[in-house]
């Protein structure tokens, strides 16, 4: 048996619950020399994103349940099982499950370690649900991991 961080398998493995939203790392930055990493998102029934772009990397979406939402620097279109959506560095995106059902996508981020930015957004959240400055807290990160959100 290879490795065991070159192999995931099944429920195996963290799982990053965010509420709504689960994220589930498949593939790390350290196994891949930082060229991708690789996540399982699980969206409930109108969970998503907000409109934001990366500014530090690309992310290509393959949906593999349910109907998930896109827009596309301001084009709007609904992907199903079996879609591949490739969004480019610095384009301004957004996307949400538009079913009745949870929805479930795998996403490579090139370069990787986007999955740090939802291990670090837990656990800022996790300590400051009641602070006033919750927000601010958020933002550093977001700046941090070079995303940029539409207020």
Not at 16 to 40: C, F, H, N
């Given at each position: 048996?290879?490795?065991?961080d070159?192999?995931?398998?099944?429920?195996?493995?963290?799982?990053?619950?965010?509420?709504s939203?689960?994220?589930?790392?498949?593939?790390?930055?350290?196994?891949?020399?930082?060229?991708?990493?690789?996540?399982?998102?699980?969206?409930?029934?109108?969970?998503?994103s907000?409109?934001?772009r990366?500014?530090?990397?690309?992310?290509?979406?393959?949906?593999?349940?349910?109907e998930?939402?896109?827009?596309?620097?301001?084009?709007?279109?609904?992907?199903?099982?079996?879609?591949?959506?490739?969004?480019?560095?610095?384009?301004?995106?957004?996307?949400?499950n538009?079913?009745p059902?949870?929805?479930?996508?795998?996403?490579?981020?090139?370069?990787g370690?986007?999955?740090?930015?939802?291990?670090?957004?837990?656990?800022?959240?996790?300590?400051?649900?009641?602070?006033?400055?919750?927000?601010?807290?958020?933002?550093?990160?977001?700046?941090?991991?070079?995303?940029?959100?539409?207020?």
């Amino acid at each position: 048996m290879p490795h065991p961080d070159l192999v995931t398998t099944g429920t195996a493995g963290e799982v990053i619950d965010l509420g709504s939203i689960s994220v589930r790392p498949l593939v790390a930055k350290g196994v891949t020399g930082g060229a991708y990493s690789a996540m399982e998102l699980v969206l409930q029934p109108g969970a998503g994103s907000g409109t934001h772009r990366h500014h530090g990397e690309s992310e290509t979406f393959f949906v593999r349940e349910g109907e998930v939402s896109f827009l596309l620097d301001g084009e709007p279109f609904t992907a199903g099982p079996g879609a591949c959506v490739s969004i480019p560095r610095g384009l301004r995106h957004s996307f949400r499950n538009a079913g009745p059902a949870p929805a479930a996508a795998v996403i490579v981020v090139a370069p990787g370690g986007l999955e740090g930015y939802f291990r670090e957004l837990r656990t800022v959240l996790d300590a400051f649900a009641d602070d006033p400055e919750l927000g601010d807290r958020v933002q550093a990160l977001n700046v941090k991991y070079k995303l940029e959100f539409e207020q």
